[in-house]
């Protein structure tokens, strides 16, 4: 498990089955009865102290989860839909996904869970939560889960801090440096990947035989990578040729605003495909999670409109959406997202570099 890559700034959790054992407990008359561990508590004043946002979101809005909200930094209350809160405190709070870690142990977790950069879930989740989470604690709920957590988050956490305190700044870039080779010799000892990206780069040729294009989506760094990789085929990369016509949907604000605005940001890439992609055109989407949901609609567009799709993107684990609608996954062998970034370039470059070559070959021989 990689954590401080992608440093977590704050901490979520459901409610029933991980503060509490998930059970319900009464009086006899009316009143129901449900019961914290202290050592849960301390860790949430611990991680709080630590400077990590705490928070619960629960399906259930009762007077016992409205009590245990009060002491949280943020809380939603009667919400089923979990992944939608988490996305909302996201943009909230101004934190990325990947730095924020959400437990569960039930099948309303699970959308959230899949979201988020660190999903845990207790020893006695249910079996479907426990096939897609990161981290299955030893503990069960309501037996002090969060304070497993935060033991897991603070030996992590220190022993890399130290690590990095005592590393002189040539050693860090030594360090860095040696990460990317090792990465970057795993892609060239898997023959498996080599050949999608083999694949992937007929399907573009042939796509350009066509008279398709190639269109390119990402978020952040990797909406940077879609623009870069667009303009080496647009422009030139080593020959002088025609120009080949490849689009990132990152680059019209007007566009992007007024359907973040007008719809849903989730929308902002999914839209654009299904206004100018056409069957036969090939969509490469850039998610070093494979989790971005207007990815995930852009694919689902896409494969709707008969474009070939092609992820690229870092470590698959647990069951991503994304997938069912892919048609060449370009699995980067890292979960520290820097390294998967800089391998997706060298990929890119060298996809930009066969497709110029090969078509450059084929015209001049025609």
Known sequence: MTVTKNKIRAVLFDIDGVITD???????????????????LDAIKSLQDDGIL?????????????????????????????????EHFERKYRIEREQICYTG?????????????????PKDAVYEV??????????????????????????????????????KVSDIV????????????????DESLLGVISEVCGEIISSYKRGGQLLLCGNGGSAADAQHLAAELVGRFYLERKAYAAEALSV????????????????????????????????????TSGKSENIVRAFRQAKSDGLITVLMTGNISG????????????????DDTPRIQECHILIGHIICEIIESKLTEESRNE
């Open 22 to 40: 998930g059970k319900k407990y009464t009086d006899g008359i009316s009143k129901e009865i449900k019961s914290v561990s202290y050592k849960d």
């Open 54 to 86: 705490v928070g619960c979101i629960s399906g259930e809005d009762t007077p016992f989860s409205r009590n245990l909200a009060e002491s949280l930094d943020f809380y939603s209350l009667g919400e089923k839909n979990k992944k939608k809160v988490l």
């Open 105 to 121: 142990d039930g099948k309303y977790d699970i959308g959230a869970l899949e979201y988020a950069g660190l999903s845990v879930c």
């Open 130 to 167: 426990k096939l897609i989470v990161d981290l299955i604690l030893d503990t069960a709920g309501g037996q002090g889960c969060i304070a497993e957590l935060y033991t897991k988050l603070s030996k992590i956490n220190d022993k890399e801090r130290e690590l990095e305190n005592n590393m």
């Open 174 to 189: 030594r360090d860095r440096i040696s990460t990317h080779c090792h990465v970057s010799g795993q892609i060239l000892e």
């Open 252 to 287: 019209n604000t007007s566009v992007l605003t007024s359907l973040a605005n007008d719809y849903d940001y989730n929308m902002i890439f999914a839209r654009q495909v299904e206004a100018k992609g056409r069957a036969g055109d090939v969509l490469i989407g850039i998610t």
């Open 319 to 334: 069951r991503l959406p994304v997938l069912e609608d892919t048609d060449y996954v370009v699995a980067v062998p890292s």
